[in-house]
């Protein structure tokens, strides 16, 4: 019966007191031999006095962090000590001796539960006991000093404190984001998007590695290399073969990635040529395999490490944070060094563009050293679609849209950390430190200026031919070989052209976003507010004027309209005309002229003609007549001396 042999969980306490924690144990043993009512249940966090939240302080208790194991329930309090801090681990046995016999109520005879689910009882009483400690030193890992913001115990709910703890939160994760190496950590990646990092890509690598094993029986796991390279979807491992058991090489198991666009039959039959692939600066791949969803690389493993760890003084096994996140020392290579190692990065560069291999995955760990030879490694991340260790930075530029110039930008990053023992701050650079060569800063200035960002990058063969390489003589007995059918060319053609495409449109839409975020910053800032104030107060101002001078107009249409009406019965009381007469006023053309009398007529009729000449002359003059009595001024009126003779003269 499923739950028999229990469960197993652990729970993580942190924070706790030794006094608290061994109380909490007596409370959860009870007395021996148990009581009438049955063993004594108290909870893990009841018993230990945790609160929900976990203050922050000395007082205070972190919230619980749950880890799976099995076999047996785990629960871990870590208790404060002089000299470090020291973990105690509670077993929780989790055992239901009565279940295999009680059956499940409800159950019918000879059902069988359904397979893969576990079946428990929540009523179970748990028990715990102290087994053994553990001592942990140190988290730290990278070494890095982040921007956490301070911590308060008393009036930590009040509005202004939360604020600024947020703003110091935000800072803080910034830091994190903005850090290259911190940003691509599975830790970060986990904690910031849980649901798309979710996998455990340790047990699915060993899942993979554990089934190539059954197949290929010569080769033996050593140890796990935890962490010591970026990426998330990629794993290694140390193995020997059983013949030569002082012999160590590396296994390396990964992921597909976004820009994967070959088949599987192409591409498995392309993972299968890279042991064939021989050139004195590419290192040499021992045995490759690949499946529908990852692949299975060996080669030999050596004990100077990469081009990176030189730089860095670090050791190969090292986990990746702790090696290159925070060094000790900042120094460069020699000037000969750096002449040297560049020249033949750019050879084998050469090579694999006129083979026309995509590479696009150059940087400073994927270079190995073999004495004072570099060897480029990593040929399949392009053939995998892993993306490169350096896409975030040229992925701002729409000039850098070919795999050959994102090599040449690589190369650019390369020679800066070869040059100055650290990578560069910010791409594009603006300036650039002294350097052992003028020579060095030429080419740097060509592939990492703001300039070479936004002009394009130059190609390998003029990198060549620029004086700090030209003149670097390269001795090597090797020839280099590399044949790849002219199906497989034209399917790594088609898949060069895809990854290109992806990375054009990608480029496109962090145009259109730094566009409208800079139009946006710059429509809220403080300058822009205040011209929108004043343009709005111009506009008003416009406005109101524009209305006064409408209600004017309005106001003497209506005025000529008032004059009009009013005068034109004023002006023809007697005449016979229609009082129709007032449209003549608007259209002031003359009357028709009257045919000749047939007969004499009285005087009466002889002065109506001679009344519509006035009639017509009023209504022409009548708007003059009206803005001239709006414009009246009374002081340019002329005084004028009167005489009165009104007044009874007296003789």
């Not at 001592?135 to 730290?140: E, I, N, V, Y």
């Not at 990469?306 to 996140?325: E, G, N, Q, R, V």
């Not at 090597?476 to 052209?497: G, H, M, N, V």
């Amino acid at each position: 019966m499923p739950g028999a042999k229990g469960t197993e969980s652990a729970v993580r306490l942190r924070g706790a007191g030794r006094r608290r924690l061994l109380a909490a144990v007596r409370r959860m043993r009870g007395p021996e031999g148990g009581s009438a009512g049955g063993p004594r249940v108290v909870s893990a966090r009841s018993a230990l006095g945790l609160r929900g939240g976990g203050g922050s302080g000395t007082g205070g208790a972190r919230t619980p962090r749950a880890r799976q194991s099995v076999g047996r329930r785990v629960l871990t309090a870590a208790a404060l000590e002089p000299g470090g801090r020291r973990e105690s681990a509670l077993r929780v046995p989790a055992s239901r001796p009565w279940a295999a016999a009680a059956g499940r109520p409800g159950m019918a005879f000879m059902e069988k539960p359904p397979a893969g689910k576990v079946l428990l009882d929540d009523t179970v009483p748990l028990t715990a006991a102290i087994e053994a400690s553990q001592s942990l030193q140190s988290h730290t890992i990278a070494g890095l000093s982040l921007p956490l913001p301070p911590k308060k115990l008393i009036g930590n709910m009040d509005r202004e404190f939360i604020a600024e703890r947020q703003k110091g939160l935000q800072n803080y994760l910034n830091v994190i984001t903005t850090n290259h190496i911190l940003s691509n950590c599975e830790l970060v990646k986990k904690f910031l998007d849980p649901n798309n990092y979710s996998a455990n890509y340790t047990e699915i690598a060993l899942q993979q590695v554990s089934m190539f094993f059954r197949s290929e029986p010569k080769w033996e796991v050593v140890e796990p290399l935890k962490d010591i390279g970026w990426r998330i979807r990629k794993k290694y491992f140390l193995m020997k073969i059983k013949n030569q058991p002082k012999e160590r090489l590396v296994l390396s198991w990964a992921d597909l990635g976004p820009d994967k666009y070959l088949s599987d039959k192409d591409f498995q039959c392309l993972i299968k040529l890279l042991p064939s692939c021989l050139h004195p600066y590419i290192y040499r791949v021992t045995f490759a395999t690949a499946n529908e969803s990852s692949t299975l690389l060996i080669r030999m493993f050596n004990e100077k490490g990469t081009l990176k760890d030189l730089i860095y003084k670090a050791k190969p096994k090292d986990p990746f944070l702790k090696k290159y996140c925070n060094p000790k020392k900042i120094q460069g290579l020699e000037l000969q060094q750096i002449k040297t190692y560049g020249r033949q990065i750019l050879e084998v560069l050469k090579f694999l563009h006129d083979k026309g291999f995509p590479y696009g995955h150059l940087h400073a760990s994927n270079v190995m050293l073999d004495g004072d030879t570099c060897r480029l490694l990593d040929l399949e991340n392009s053939l995998l679609g892993l993306p490169s260790f350096y896409r975030s930075y040229f992925s701002q530029f729409r000039k850098i849209n070919t795999l050959e110039s994102v090599d040449v930008h690589c190369f650019g990053h390369l020679l800066y950390e070869m040059t100055y023992g650290r990578p560069p701050d910010s791409v594009p650079v603006d300036s650039f430190p002294p350097a052992p060569s003028m020579a060095v800063v030429a080419v740097l200035e060509s592939t990492l200026s703001c300039e070479a960002c936004k002009n394009g990058m130059p190609t390998v063969s003029r990198l060549l031919q620029m004086p700090l390489f030209s003149d670097v003589l390269l001795t090597t007995s090797e020839k280099p070989q590399f044949k790849i059918p002219t199906k497989l060319k034209e399917a790594l053609r088609i898949a060069k052209e895809c990854i290109e495409k992806r990375l054009i449109e990608e480029q496109k839409q962090i145009h259109q976003h730094r566009r409208l975020t800079r139009a946006q910053s710059h429509h809220g800032s403080e300058e822009e507010r205040k011209k929108r104030k004043i343009l709005a107060r111009k506009k008003s101002k416009r406005s109101a004027l524009e209305n006064s001078e409408e209600h004017s107009a309005k106001y003497s249409n209506s005025n000529n309209s008032a004059g009009s009406g009013a005068s034109s019965p004023l002006t023809s009381p007697s005449s016979p005309t229609p009082p129709s007469t007032s449209g003549i006023s608007a259209l002031p053309p003359p009357p028709p002229p009257l045919p000749p009398p047939a007969a004499p007529l009285p005087p009466a009729s002889t002065e109506a003609p001679a009344q519509l000449s006035p009639q017509a002359e009023n209504g022409v003059s009548r708007g003059a007549l009206l803005s001239s009595i709006q414009n009246f001024q009374k002081g340019t009126l002329r005084k004028a001396e009167t005489c009165d003779h009104s007044a009874p003269k007296i003789g």
